[in-house]
């Protein structure tokens, strides 16, 4: 419950909670975004860390201290840098534990039957699948492990996984870097990163509601 407790605080007062990381930890503040962006991309266990969130809310804090504390041109190739580091530990996890996942029915929360499927869906929607994932919770986590594990080609993978982190770093950050101070904005902060969440995590919503509706083609 503790830990349920201190991820909800974050996420509700994180512009609060990073602006005294700025000035608590000054340019170490840098290594701590970095590890928030490697182990939610790179930790198959730990898809719940804000990402973005974090990354609308850095970009808000770098356009009100105008780059002092936190540059916005330090910021997005830092964290395009650790998404693809974690999306890789992730992909060759992922394909190491390939041949366990198949011959067992289920390992952890991973069914047999889901790297099937995703097999399937990576051959039909591969290119875009890898784009658009980045921008879902959870499934942004998941995405590269299925993909290593799904003996997607790396060389393929690797592509358009490089795009999609620089797709998503740049455009939320350089969103909250725009946006994030308009007053109404300001004060209405965790209105805003709420909204950001519930977004984010429509395509799942609707992905079970079509589950649900249409079971024969799930």
Same mark, same amino acid.
């Given at each position: ?8 605080d974050?996420?509700?007062?994180l512009?609060?909670?990073? %602006?005294? $990381? ?20 790179? /930790? ?8 973005? &969130? /974090? ?16 540059? +916005?041109?330090?910021?997005?190739? /830092?964290?395009i840098?650790?998404?693809l ?18 011959? !067992? ?6 069914? !047999?039957?889901? #790297? ?13 699948? +890898?784009?658009?994932? !980045? ?7 998941? %995405?590269?492990?299925? %993909? ?9 993978y #690797? ?8 797709? $998503?770093?740049?455009?939320? &950050?350089?969103?909250?870097y725009f946006?994030?101070?308009?007053? $109404? ?10 909204g950001?969440?519930?977004?984010? +995590?429509?395509?799942?919503? $609707?992905?079970?509601?079509? %589950? ?6 799930a």
């Open positions: 419950m503790e830990i349920i407790e201190f991820f909800k974050l996420l509700l007062n512009d609060e909670k990073l %602006a005294l $990381w700025v000035i608590q930890y000054d340019t170490a503040i840098y290594a701590i975004l970095f590890l928030i962006v490697f182990v939610e991309t790179g /930790l198959i266990v730990m898809p719940f860390l804000p990402g973005d &969130s /974090l990354l609308f809310t850095a970009g808000a804090i770098a356009a009100a201290n105008n780059n002092v504390g936190l540059s +916005i041109y330090v910021l997005m190739p /830092l964290l840098v650790a998404a580091c974690g999306d890789n530990v992730n992909y060759f996890v992922g394909k190491f534990m390939s041949e366990q996942i198949k011959k !067992r029915e289920k390992i952890l929360f991973f069914k !047999r039957e889901y #790297i099937t499927k995703t097999e399937a869906f990576y051959e039909r929607y591969g290119r875009q699948a +890898i784009i658009m994932a !980045r921008f879902v919770p959870i499934v942004r986590t998941i %995405a590269p492990f299925v %993909a290593g594990a799904g003996n997607m080609p790396y060389r393929r #690797i592509t358009f996984c490089i795009l999609g982190a620089i797709i $998503w770093v740049v455009s939320i &950050s350089m969103l909250g946006t994030g101070n308009i007053p $109404w904005v300001k004060d209405n902060f965790e209105k805003v990163v709420i950001i969440i519930v977004v984010s +995590i429509l395509p799942i919503i $609707w992905g079970v509601i079509k %589950a649900k509706m249409s079971p024969s083609k």
